[in-house]
Each structure stands twice: as structure tokens, then as C-alpha cells.
């Protein structure tokens, strides 16, 4: 017989999350219930509406999903078939996915050594005359600086369209939050994410009152009043027991957040002189940890992995195939050594536990694991 290994210290435990709001859900998803409103009714423009003032937008639009998010976001930049759209291949396949969708070409660039972000002075060098678009990933809850990539979007007439599905919450260069960056912006609320849905969410928020028209209608079949369809749009409602829970969680995100990076810092401080590496966090920079993601050299990654899962402490790879590589990929005719950052550190990154309800003893228990690790590879 195969022995069961109980993970005590989960990569994520969204048990340990529910059982503080559990009351209030349970309340909320019977009212929606009673109501039978159960698509775009008045939890769905209530989180609308709470979510664009939240992150400081002037709309926002809620999805079925961040995958749906992306996919509206380039229809309504007018991204079609012929256009290249540059981001980076170190993100959920789910950014390429959406500009494949709109029959357009993805341009991959390398990541920046220190952040894994955007290497943001890669970006002008793969512009042609067919770029229309620039979609920045916001990686594991820290923003890119987008600075310049804002200069040479208005020097070249190209779009920004953030992908800020990890950032919820997470500050700009310019001290507002992401999903402010770009002409539109899209977020997950897949449910791991710092604001997650018991299922499926998304939401595009743009300060484009002509956008926001146009998006609304793309979510419901391209409708602008029920049966009347001005243009072919998607199935890409958000719906009202998902809106009722994201409320509900909306409320509790500073909280969320602000014990996100207390765990993060106390990470740092125990994992120092172990060899392995913490991420690497500018002074005054809000980043809100949707995972803590370490690099672990010399090949021992996978090692790392396997001796923590002995010990019942969770992790995941973010991610360890770059879009580059993938198989569905292989027609955009990139090979192995076109991005050797990127692909180094698809090979030494490990997430480790980090959710708000994670206990102080929880964390003791995998940097003691960590420590241990190091000292004996």
C-alpha cells in the first residue's frame, strides 16, 4: 500500500480562509438564491462599482474569468489578425492564449534578472511596424515598472494593456494601484488569487468611458439591449453568487494583504544565509505576495521540492515551462536558448506557503525545513 501523505502546511488552504467569512457567504449566496437574479443583476454592478474605486479606476468590468478578461481587453484595443502584441513568455499561458485568440502574434521578450519581470529595455527593440500591443505581467504580486514602457507607448501609438491577474491590490511607480496602468487592465479572481472567487471571476477596469460601453457589451453576446447585438461579442458574464463572494472578500483584501507581506518579511529575515534566493524587493515598492516565489541554484530545486513534500509543506512551480517552449507554442518558431533567463529561472523557481491565515508556527515549520535542506545539499 501506497502511504498518503497529509500536506499539515499547504501551498494554499482556502479551508482555513471560508472558515472566517463563512457566515457571511453562506448569507450572501441565500440571498442571491432567494432572488434568483442570477446573472449581471445588482451584486454584479455593486462589485462593478466597489472594485473601480477600489483600485481607482473609473470602470470596471466583471468576467467570467482572467482568461475572459484578457481576451475582451485586445478584442476592444482592436487588436486583430497581422498585429504582434509583445509580452513576456515567464506568465500563465493564458496571456499568449488570448492574443493567439485574436488570430494576432505574440512576441516574447526576456525577463529582468532581479525582478522576473518585464525587462522593459528589451521591449523597444521588438517593435515592428505590427505592433499594437504591450501587456506587461505583473508576476506573483509585484508590478512592473512601467515608466518606460508609458514613453515608448505614446511615442509609438501602441497600447498598454496590464495583465494584472496576481496584483490585487499592489502599487504602481506612480503610487496608484495596478489595473491604473494601462488603457484597459485585466485581473483574475481565480480562486488561489489574493481576491479569489469560489470558482470563476475576472474583471477589466479602464478609465475610457467609450471602453467600458464597448466591454459591457462584449461580456453579454455583443448586446447593447437585451436581443439587440450591434456586434458579435462572447458569453463572458460574471455571475451574481461570484459577485455576492467577491464583495464579500473585497472588504477583507487590506487585511489580506497587509499579513501577506508581514509573512513575506518574515520569511526573509529566516531564510537569510540558506543559499537560497528571496525575491528581491526595492524599498517603499507595495507588493502583495500572491505567491513567495524563491529561486533555488544548482540544479537542487526539485530536491528542495521533494524534501519539503516529505515533511507535508506544499509547493507549486511558477512556472516550469516557459510559453516559449510549450508544444502548442512550437509554430512561433522559438527554441531553446532564446530566452536564457528565462528559461534559468523556470528551472530554480519554487512558491512556497503563503496565505493570510497561515500561523506563525506554520511558518517556523518550513523555514526550519528550508534551513535544514540547505545545510545537508
Partial sequence: MTAVITQDVPLVDLR?????IRDEVRKAIDEVLESMQLTIGPNVRAFDEEFARYIGAKHAVGVGSGTDALQLAIRACGVSSGDEVITVSFTFFATVEAILYANARPILVEIDEET???DTSAVAAAIT???????????????????????????????????????????????????????????SFYCSKNLGAYGEAGSITTNDDRLAEELRALREHGQSTRYYHPVVGYNARLDEIQAAILRIKLRKLPEWNARRREIARI????????GIRVPQIPPGERHVFYVYCIRVPGGRRDALRGFLADRGIGTQIHYPVPIHLQQSAEFLGYRKGDLPITERFA???LSIPMYPELTDEQIDRVTTSIREFAKSH
Fill in 347 to 349: 528551472d530554480e523557481v
Fill in 267 to 274: 520569511y526573509d529575515r529566516l531564510l537569510q544565509g540558506t
Fill in 129 to 187: 511596424p505590427r505592433t499594437k500591443a504591450i501587456i506587461p505581467v505583473h508576476l506573483y504580486g509585484r508590478t512592473v515598472d512601467l515608466r518606460p514602457l508609458r514613453q515608448i507607448a505614446q511615442d509609438r501609438n501602441i497600447t498598454i494593456i496590464e495583465d494584472a491577474a496576481q496584483a490585487h491590490g499592489a502599487l504602481l511607480d506612480d503610487g496608484k494601484k495596478a489595473g491604473n496602468g494601462g488603457r484597459v487592465n485585466c485581473f
Fill in 16 to 20: 482555513a480562509q471560508y472558515a472566517t
Fill in 116 to 118: 522576473m519581470l518585464m
